[in-house]
């Protein structure tokens, strides 16, 4: 997974990476430990369970994820050699990406100021 860091028009700073749906299973861990617990927990079983949905046909083959603070973006399909495009490409994908839901379900909306 690369991930990048860019400066939007409106000066807001965003990170953008790729997802691959197929990765999702794999992080079925707690990222505030440092090592993985090989007993169940509930986090642990949520995440499996997300994992083990089926994607929007639309996301199958991964997206862009761009997060600024709360705000998340997707874009598909994820271009060839994205993480070498120039900032003004990300500024243009990330101005046409689909807000992201939060995990309760809420998007956020775009900022004017982004």
Known sequence: ???RQFISEGGVA???WDVHPDDLGRMA???RSTTPSMEASPRIDRVTRQ???TV???LEKGWLCFQSGT???RFTPIPTNWHEL???VLRVML???TPAPHADGRVTRPSVTD
């Open 1 to 3: 997974m690369g991930k």
């Open 14 to 16: 965003w990170v953008v």
């Open 29 to 31: 861990y707690d990222r």
């Open 51 to 53: 994992s083990e949905r």
């Open 56 to 58: 929007h046909p639309e």
């Open 71 to 73: 705000e998340k973006r």
């Open 86 to 88: 120039p900032d003004s």
């Open 95 to 97: 101005d046409t990406a």
